[in-house]
Structures are given as structure tokens and as C-alpha cells.
């Protein structure tokens, strides 16, 4: 049975630093991309940063370049999301997300976490 399972969203004040976790079971960690997605209310859900496990090679949405990095620990089936400098307009229910082939349409994705919220407090 394939899980993903996140934690690591709290309440944070602008500027501030959080760093959430993804951590995969049930299917071969590596050779798959993994997307962090995020939705705030009344807002479409949309992609912040993949990595594709099998090279790290790494992706990231305009908005959240040079503040997010996305990094993976094969030893124990997780990636990572650090978010820093926070900004009010970065609060939102954070999912991740994996798929076999990298890009930002959530359809490409089979397997999805149940998400972790995140707080930005200005």
C-alpha cells in the first residue's frame, strides 16, 4: 500500500522558517518525482518545487525561488521542503505528491499525502 505521509506545517511569523517533511512507503522511492503542491483557500492547488529522486535534480515555481529548497534522504524514503524568509502569501495546506515523470499538472501524480497546513502570520 502506497503512503505518503507529511508533517512538519505550524504557525510562523513573516520571515520566518519552517521545513516540512515527506516520507514515502509501499512503492520504490527512487526513479520517482517528488512535488510539493500547495493550496490556499479559494485559490487553485499549485506546484512549488520537485525534485526527481533518481538524479535530485530540482524544480522550483517563481514565486518561491532562492527562499524554498527541496532535498531528498534516500536512506529513509523522504524529501524535504525548507521554507524560508516567509511571506504571508506562502500560507497554505502543503501536499506532497509523486508521480513517474516530472511537471506541474497534478494529474501526472498517483499518489498524494493528506497534506500539512502552514501559517504565516505578518
Known amino acids: 500500500q502506497v503512503q505518503l505521509v507529511e508533517s512538519g506545517g505550524g504557525s510562523v511569523q513573516a520571515g520566518g522558517s519552517l521545513r516540512l517533511s515527506c516520507t514515502a512507503s509501499?512503492?520504490?522511492?527512487?526513479?520517482?518525482?517528488m512535488v510539493w503542491f500547495r493550496q490556499a483557500p479559494e485559490k487553485e492547488r499549485e506546484g512549488v518545487a520537485m525534485?526527481?529522486?533518481?538524479?535530485?535534480?530540482?524544480t522550483y515555481a517563481d514565486s518561491v525561488k532562492g527562499r524554498f529548497t527541496i532535498s531528498q534522504d534516500n536512506a529513509k524514503d523522504t524529501v524535504y521542503l525548507q521554507m524560508n524568509s516567509l511571506k504571508p502569501e506562502d500560507a497554505a495546506m502543503y501536499y506532497c505528491a509523486a508521480g513517474r515523470q516530472c511537471s506541474w499538472q497534478q494529474s501526472d501524480f498517483g499518489y498524494w499525502g493528506q497534506g500539512t497546513q502552514v501559517t504565516v502570520s505578518s
Open positions: 509501499g512503492y520504490p522511492f527512487s526513479h520517482y518525482c
Open positions: 525534485i526527481y529522486t533518481g538524479t535530485t535534480a530540482t
